[in-house]
């Protein structure tokens, strides 16, 4: 404790603190609205053509979302794509308020990003063998990586959420 009573003397710290940069929960607040954010770009895509033809490689090489296609199509698949990252966003922006809606729109985040990071190792042509092939990522799996720090920050909000309900 000691250690941080001294931190907080100097003046970097100090501005720190006066700026609100330190505040409690900043940074569960951040990652919230940066997934709500996240969800709703993301999703707004999944309504147009351009999408239905960009998702087909990340579709059908999903061992987890591959039915997709023969259950909806193209087009409906990309729309209940659409729906679902919209409904998950919506409820992460309600998780501000109301906990257990939280944890609903976390678990889904974290659904929707365990489906998508299963991709990666199926991804035909994701390793350049030119460079040795793994971990020398190519074509989609770059794209794809993104989704293993989204699966993390889905777990975050889903643990703070539970905590927080827990406590109330």
Known sequence: MTTLANTTQTPLVRALHRSGLLADDLDYHIVRTSMVIMFFFFGYQKWFPYEFERLVP??????????????????????????SEWTFGSLLLLGFWDKRLGVLGALGATGTF?????????????????AGGFPAMTGNVPFLMKDVVLLAVSLYLLRQDVVRLMRH
């Open 58 to 83: 990340f579709i059908s090489n999903g061992p987890l979302i591959w039915w997709l296609y023969p259950v909806f199509g193209h087009a409906g698949a990309s729309y209940f794509l659409g729906a």
């Open 114 to 130: 365990i489906a998508t990071v299963t991709i990666i190792p199926f991804m035909p042509e994701g390793w350049d063998v030119a």
